[in-house]
């Protein structure tokens, strides 16, 4: 028997109207067996409205004039973003080791250079990123940019003041975060001035392919973590968007629990010594999905 929590259950008609609410949104797919968690995610954003029940919350979602910023706050209730510097060891040297050298010698002549990390919650793969194109020693005098989108506002914010505690450096060395962290206050520190220089940040919604914050095609992506919460579909769709991003030949890093799979035949998989990452195939390659 539940314990008495002093609030009302959501129903199975709230969960469904909320459920499909939010995937219409961003894409996300609260699974069937998730009840319980939304609704112990969301109810504290009812009590901050002071609204009584998940089917007034659903109508405040679809019609009050700050409906955009609550759904967003919805999401972001939803969501995990439990992230930190230097996460996924394997692929990191990989990328350092094989990738970079080949994007060196692509874009010896432009010196230029491009890496987005979409989905980048508080902003340590970004930041991560930044700092391995510093240690790799092969792009001094280029221009270089590592841009960061997430669909959480709150996040973002916390990712451009780069300010982090102990969770966040759990993997990070002491020379490293000697070399690329300021101390601030007691166990906190700050990404360095110059790393910071290096990455912007933008809100985006990975469902909007219309309004992705980029101005050009970049060299690499970065997408760990970030499908898991899609169904096939929306995965499909998030693909499509990151194929149309990245130039020809450009890679695709995911987490090492994802795989494209019956999902997409655009990319082709790479074989690289220290792990398996994908590629936009040159020019003439690639097929639908």
Known sequence: MPFDTGRPEMTAEEFRLLRDFVYAYCGILVRDDMKYVMERRLWPRLEALGLTDFSTY???LRFDAQRRS???TAVEALTTHETYFFREPRQLKAFSEEVLP????RNA???RLRIWSAGCSSGEEAYTVAMLLLESGRFEGWDLEVHGTDISRRVLNVARQ???GP???RSTSPDKLARYFVHVGPNRVRVRDDIRAMVSFGHHNLRDVDAVPLSARVDAVFCRNVLIYFDAPARQRVLRLLYDKLVPGGYLMLGHSENLINLSADFELVHLR???VYRRPELGGGGGT
Do not use: K, Q
């Open 109 to 111: 002549r432009s010196r």
């Open 102 to 105: 080949v994007l060196e010698r």
């Open 162 to 164: 780069g300010e982090y």
């Open 167 to 169: 969770s966040a450096l």
């Open 58 to 60: 659903y109508r405040y």
């Open 70 to 72: 609550e759904l967003e």
């Open 274 to 276: 220290g792990d398996l």
